[in-house]
């Protein structure tokens, strides 16, 4: 048995987009009066909407972000990716894998779709995700960790919940793939082990991953997880 379906979160799983992200969202937080390390960012930040971003602000400040920040924001990142965004690592091997072996798979990002086209087509992975494979929370006005964007991708894409697995590099999106009834891959790359609380199993390089998709069951039993993730 396999999964019928692969969500794929973007950044930092497809994309290597989180330390350039993260490093300007830190830099523009702090320049707009809200100081922010990169490691406070990736903490507190990473994997979220937009509008996540605004409420925590809001919450912790009493304050609102200036207006025209997302655009401004937006332009410094595409900027970046410009110059430095590749793909993750050997995750161009698990796409072509995945086109031979006839398993599905989609995005489901918490960024825009602009966001997603500009990063594909920078590093190179446009070609793996034609029409109809790229979901947004812009499609479903709430980003992770509510499980709306899963459970819309899997609807637009004719499967189950329970035959979907979700590929996720952050709390928020291994929550979101939780409650919406799915299995979910924790990658470990940025994030600590013991935050992807819940993930059905971990892994640290795409080449694990390959297995893990291609190899395992829906309900497998999550002690499986290989013992080097767990530490």
């Known amino acids: 048995m396999r999964y019928d379906l692969v969500i794929f979160d973007n950044d930092g799983v497809l994309v290597d987009s989180e330390p350039i992200s993260n490093r300007l969202l830190a830099e523009y937080l702090t320049e707009v009066g809200h100081p922010t390390s990169y490691e406070e960012s990736i903490r507190d930040y990473m994997g979220s909407a937009m509008h996540r971003i605004h409420d925590l ?3 912790r400040t009493g304050e609102r972000l200036p207006e025209g920040f997302d655009e401004v ?3 410094r990142v595409f900027a970046a990716f410009e110059r430095e965004l590749k793909p993750v690592t050997g995750i161009v091997e698990v796409l072509e894998k995945l086109a031979v072996e006839g398993v599905p798979y989609c995005v489901g990002s918490s960024g825009s779709h ?7 087509r920078v590093a190179g992975l446009e070609g793996f995700f034609g029409e109809g494979r790229v979901f947004s929370a812009q499609d479903v006005g709430k980003g992770k960790p509510a499980p709306d964007l ?3 991708a899997a609807e637009r894409m004719g499967v189950a919940p329970e035959r979907c697995v979700v590929v996720e590099d952050s ?3 291994v929550r979101a793939g939780v409650a919406a009834g799915m299995d979910v891959l924790g990658f470990t790359a940025m994030t600590p082990a013991e935050r992807l609380v819940g993930a059905s199993r971990l892994y640290s390089e795409p080449g694990e991953l390959i297995e893990l998709l291609l190899g395992s069951a829906p309900g497998s039993d999550p002690e499986l997880a290989t013992g080097s993730d767990q530490s």
């Open 57 to 59: 602000v809001f919450e």
């Open 73 to 75: 924001f937006h332009a």
């Open 114 to 120: 602009e966001r997603i086209r500009v990063g594909h």
């Open 150 to 152: 899963f459970l819309y």
């Open 171 to 173: 709390p928020l999106g």
